[in-house]
């Protein structure tokens, strides 16, 4: 059975950072397609980036300012975030498939299995 658990949400400043972590079992991350995805209050469900197959893929919103990591070891795939403002305030989800394919990657459907969320909340 796989289960995902993020940990790392929480309040931050604008222009902040913080650093969210997916812990996985059940799978490996090396094998299983990881991404993060995030639901702002009263908006549907948005891609935020993907390990996949070796690489890193990530939504216009995230690029430059967000930084996808797997640990083999820890079986992790952690989330870095800078350069934080208002519009990242949301719940951020973990996810993984086996066997989804690279432009099926932003549909939140093609995922097999979630976490349960962790609350960002960017404000002054």
């Known amino acids: 059975q796989v289960q995902l658990v993020e940990s790392g949400g929480g309040l931050v400043q604008p222009g902040g950072s913080l650093r969210l972590s997916c812990a996985a079992s059940?799978?490996?991350?090396?094998?299983?397609?990881v991404a993060w995805f995030r639901q702002p209050p009263g908006k549907e469900r948005e891609f935020v980036g993907a390990?996949?197959?070796?690489?890193?893929h990530y939504a216009d919103s995230a690029r430059g300012r967000f930084t996808l990591s797997r640990d083999s070891a820890k079986n992790t795939v952690s989330l870095q975030m800078n350069s934080l403002n208002a519009e990242d305030t949301a719940v951020y989800y973990c996810?993984?498939?086996?066997?989804?394919?690279?432009?099926?990657?932003?549909?939140?459907?093609?995922?097999?299995?979630w976490g349960q969320g962790t609350q960002v909340t960017v404000s002054s």
């Open positions: 059940g799978m490996t991350v090396n094998s299983y397609a």
């Open positions: 996810a993984a498939d086996r066997s989804i394919i690279t432009s099926s990657l932003r549909t939140p459907a093609q995922y097999d299995w």
């Open positions: 390990s996949h197959r070796g690489r890193y």
